[in-house]
């Protein structure tokens, strides 16, 4: 009797067994048929018995049932499982972990190429939606496969770097750009962020090289020489800025910002003539720009006022010349007129246009455009 309950004992053991591996190919061939959802059952159970959980076949067909549920277009399927890709992908390491004798090692490779892809679409949609750091993780992601495999895929690190940059990730965004820049990624980008990151950390001597070394490699890129005077600018270097602003101009002469750093770093110089015809221009092309309007405004008052100053200064006996100069004085203001009205057009929040412009009104004596100015200024002061 007792031998008879080995014998059925063992029959019990490999028919487990048997059923199993009989899991396994159900899967397979429920997977071959488009029925996912059969595959998915069966192949869950293989995975988790102790007889089939060590086969790397075992885990390359359970890779292959989760890779397609991951690329299927059909609701009832795609919504097996929402962790589908992790799940394939994991199951191909583990694959490639069993298969000693590399049987399976070619066609999980193919699939593994499959997986970068959809973590790096995963990454597009994240970012797409604003939320950079899961999408820095996934393009992350689609970089360790491709390098995996001897691959470097270029486009998956800079995404990494430049999704880690939006989600204040500055040394993950640094490692990735740096190791961009090692292989000579050919793609201007790399330097502009690099420099955002450095003059953030307030380490603009490490940005100014950054850029530096950027218009070295992309000599007329336009951002770059933009990213350079911006430092410059920052760092009360004058000439350097005036310098590369005038090449900026000579590489577009449509765009009115330029125009109006150009007018700035002259009026800040004291260079009136140049200052005003570069704030004209910047009005030409922008008539509705409020900065250069405002600044060219103030920079006939303050013409007005230096006249002033002068002729308050002058001996009693120069009357002549005291009124040649209020006159003069005068002519500027009136200047300054049109370009303050329409800064007040643009932004009727501005009190000081309104009190400039009041004060103006003033000292020529045109008395109902005070008034208008005085009530404008106590309704600010109300609100």
Not at 351 to 377: C, N, P
Request: aromatic share 12%; proline share 2%; glycine share 4%.
């Amino acid at each position: 009797m007792k031998n008879v309950f080995l014998i059925v004992l063992g029959i019990m053991l490999a028919s487990a067994t048997y059923s199993q591996v009989n899991n396994r190919t159900a899967a397979f061939n429920h997977l071959r048929y488009g029925r996912l959802d059969k595959a998915k059952e069966a192949i869950d159970k293989a995975v988790e018995h102790p007889k089939t959980i060590a086969d790397a076949k075992t885990w390359f067909y359970y890779g292959n049932v989760y890779l397609a549920i991951q690329l299927s277009e059909e609701d009832e399927f795609g919504k097996l499982d929402e962790n589908a890709l992790d799940k394939s992908f994991q199951a191909y390491q583990k694959a490639l972990e069993l298969d000693e004798k590399e049987e399976h090692k070619a066609e999980i490779n193919e699939r593994l190429i499959v997986c970068s892809e959809q973590y790096f679409n995963r990454g597009v949609g994240y970012y797409n939606e604003s939320r950079f750091e899961d999408a820095s993780l996934s393009f992350e992601q689609a970089v360790h496969i491709s390098n995996s495999l001897g691959v470097v895929d270029t486009v998956a690190n800079f995404y990494t770097a430049q999704s880690a940059f939006f989600s204040n990730n500055y040394e993950k965004a640094k490692q990735y750009f740096e190791k961009l820049k090692s292989i000579d990624f050919k793609d201007p980008a790399i330097y502009r962020f690099m420099t955002e990151i450095y003059k953030t950390e307030g380490d603009t001597v490490t940005a100014l090289t950054n850029i530096q070394e950027g218009r070295e490699k992309f000599p007329e890129d336009f951002s770059l020489i933009i990213e350079e005077i911006n430092i410059y600018l920052a760092t009360g270097d004058k000439d350097k800025a005036m310098e590369l602003l005038q090449l900026a101009i000579t590489k577009d002469q449509t765009n009115p910002t330029l125009f109006f750093a150009v007018a700035t770093n002259y009026d800040q110089l004291g260079n009136f003539e140049e200052a005003e015809k570069n704030y004209k221009k910047a009005i030409e092309l922008d008539s509705v720009y409020f900065d250069p309007n405002y600044n060219l405004g103030a920079l006939y008052v303050n013409k007005a006022i230096a006249i002033t100053e002068e002729a308050n200064v002058l001996p009693l006996d120069q009357q002549e010349k005291f009124e040649e100069l209020k006159q003069k004085a005068n002519e500027f203001l009136e200047k300054s007129i049109p370009y303050l009205e329409t800064a007040d057009r643009l932004n009727p929040n501005d009190v000081y246009v309104l009190r400039t412009l009041r004060d103006i009104y003033a000292r020529l004596g045109m008395l109902d455009k005070m008034k208008e100015m005085d009530q404008k200024l106590q309704e600010k002061n109300q609100d």
